[in-house]
């Protein structure tokens, strides 16, 4: 049902983008959504697109709401470690994954594990490890 909309407002667009003066801003915006349309029909080819970015804002707020609290984290490089940590424990929550039982199973792990196939243990590839998790905290 969305296909015929969203080629009824890439015409508008077009449409509209030619007949407006290239200075304003609604033809800045105009040029900005044509230029990422390729993108954005990204949504139409894959059902597991969002077309928006909510979903990942919101699981990023708590960290940005925490931003403060955590400006001192020793060094640029700190933060930049403690930054891939959170993305890493929200991305386990987005697949699913309970936190603290992924990161407590990765570390177990990462010392015996071979560095070329580290994406095993990236949270959406643990379907294979997913019961084990659920079973640990059941206990």
């Keep these: 049902r969305m296909a015929p909309l969203m080629a009824d407002m890439h015409a508008w667009l077009e449409t509209t983008c030619s007949r407006i003066s290239g200075r304003s801003d609604m033809a ?36 940005a709401l925490g931003r403060r609290n955590w400006s001192f ?5 700190g933060g930049e470690r403690a930054a891939a940590i959170y993305s890493l424990l929200v991305t386990a929550k987005v697949n699913g994954l309970d936190p603290e039982a992924y990161l407590r199973h990765v570390i177990e ?10 994406a ?6 643990v ?13």
């Design 28 to 63: 800045a915006a105009i040029r900005y959504s044509l230029k990422r349309w390729d993108a954005l029909m990204l949504v139409l080819r894959d059902g597991r697109a969002c077309i928006d970015n909510s979903a990942a804002e919101r699981a990023m707020r708590p960290i």
């Design 73 to 77: 984290a020793g060094s640029g490089a």
């Design 109 to 118: 792990r990462v010392a015996d594990h071979p560095v070329n196939r580290i």
């Design 120 to 125: 095993e243990r990236l949270p959406w590839n």
């Design 127 to 139: 379907d294979g490890i997913r019961a084990r998790l659920d079973q640990r905290l059941a206990a």
